[in-house]
T-cell receptor, first 115, second 114 residues
């Protein structure tokens, strides 16, 4: 299966600052990556679909200007949380769909804490 | 739109005992069903999936799940658990437009004690 690396695994930042989270597909080229968010004791919720070389597609209710997604290469997608606030504290996880499109492979996730 | 309900947030069980983790879903269209497992400090890993065919699907480490369309359920079972099965288990569903957009349940933490 695909190996997906996410960095950092955890980060603490001050309110008002921006945080960048990286998602790398280590062993194959991924034209599409997905970003999920999980609040405590809630489901993982799809935030956006990251498409290589084009604009990301955001799910309803997700602010595209706050959660900037860049998919500049076939192996790297980044999620930048801009002007972070405590309510943005959450677990962010990316996924990549395998080449045969039958399985999603996940990174280990990033726990963001905004203080 | 689909939704997934995992009623049990935590299931404690003794080693070698059987376990069932419940998952119910709702959808107006046909769906694919998945169970993912997350070990501490790791990403989600696919445990098993139902796409079509036999309603009973099995994983390589002894877990099985049965798709029950009439009850809209996809419960996960294992006849004898090990300490190493301690993890968070997520049930997920996607519709026939693709496997990419997964709708997850809230997860069930399986705690296996000696």
């Amino acid at each position: 299966g695909a190996v997906v690396s996410q960095h950092p695994s955890w980060v603490i930042c001050k309110s008002g600052t921006s945080v960048k989270i990286e998602c790398r597909s280590l062993d194959f080229q991924a034209t599409t990556m997905f970003w999920y968010r999980q609040f405590p004791k809630q489901s993982l919720m799809l935030m956006a679909t990251s498409n290589e070389g084009s604009k990301a597609t955001y799910e309803q209710g997700v602010e595209k200007d706050k959660f900037l997604i860049n998919h500049a290469s076939l192996t790297l997608s980044t999620l930048t949380v801009t002007s972070a606030h405590p309510e943005d504290s959450s677990f962010y996880i990316c996924s990549v769909v395998g080449q045969v499109n039958t399985e999603a492979f996940f990174g280990q996730g990033t726990r963001l804490t905004v203080v | 739109a689909q939704s997934v309900t995992q009623l049990d947030s935590q299931v404690p069980v003794f080693e070698e005992a059987p376990v069932e983790l419940r998952c119910n879903y709702s959808s107006s269209v046909s769906v694919y069903l998945f169970w993912y497992v997350q070990y501490p400090n790791q990403g989600l890993q696919l445990l098993l999936k139902y796409l079509s065919g036999s309603t009973l699907v099995e994983s390589i480490n002894g877990f099985e799940a049965e798709f029950n369309k009439s009850q809209t359920s996809f419960h996960l079972r294992k006849p004898s658990v090990h300490i190493s099965d301690t993890a968070e288990y997520f049930c997920a569903v996607s519709d026939y437009t693709g496997f990419q957009k997964l709708v997850f349940g809230t997860g069930t933490r399986l705690l296996v004690s000696p």
